[in-house]
């Protein structure tokens, strides 16, 4: 967020999304960001999601 760049998703290629959808691929994109989510999971069911929000 503080760099305003989106970092592309890993092993995604927009060829095999099966519906027309904005992904970041290949390569960060510049574009400011002003939330984020970070999923975190873990064994047994532990399972965590941060999400962040940024001032204007």
């Given amino acids: 967020m503080h760099r305003a760049t989106v970092p592309p998703i890993a092993n995604l290629t927009p060829d095999t999304l099966p519906y027309d959808l904005d992904c970041v691929t290949g390569r960060p994109r510049a574009q400011q960001v002003r939330a984020a989510a970070s999923h ?7 399972n965590v999601v941060l999400v962040f929000t940024g001032e204007d």
């Fill in 40 to 46: 975190s999971f873990g064994f047994g069911g532990h």
